[in-house]
């Protein structure tokens, strides 16, 4: 069944550079739109960025406009999200979601299938 896997968290140094994968083994996911959304210790999840099915709707979360990029890759198995100059702020586990309606939502009450997460550590 479809279940998004999130891999590729790390720890890295402030102004690195990481990049998230979302895959779901055996499944494509250009069938939907999808999520990334992050929840840094003792808060809520936040919303990060979102693709649509097509990948013509491509949004951003304003804090980190300009330094993460979420993309599709060739085969349409997998959903990125590079980030570039990480912030100790952009500490957080970050997880993938899936949205069956294609809406590209910042909200999390669209998207109904979750990963696990992976989580990033920027330190100070």
């Known amino acids: 069944q479809l279940q998004p896997v999130e891999s590729g968290g790390d720890l890295v140094q402030p102004g690195g550079s990481l990049t998230l994968s979302c895959a779901s083994p055996?499944?494509?996911?250009?069938?939907?739109?999808i999520g990334w959304f992050r929840q840094a210790p003792g808060k809520e999840r936040d919303w990060v960025s979102c693709?649509?099915?097509?990948?013509?709707?491509?949004e951003y979360a304003d804090p980190v406009k300009g330094r993460f990029t979420i993309s599709r890759d060739s085969s349409k198995e997998t959903v990125y999200l590079q980030m570039n100059n990480l912030k100790p702020e952009d500490t957080a586990v970050y997880f993938c979601?899936?949205?069956?309606?294609?809406?590209?939502?910042?909200?999390?009450?669209?998207?109904?299938?979750w990963g696990q997460g992976t989580r990033v550590t920027v330190p100070q």
């Open positions: 055996g499944f494509r996911l250009d069938y939907y739109a």
């Open positions: 979601a899936v949205d069956p309606l294609n809406y590209c939502s910042r909200s999390s009450a669209v998207y109904t299938i």
């Open positions: 693709i649509n099915r097509n990948g013509g709707v491509r």
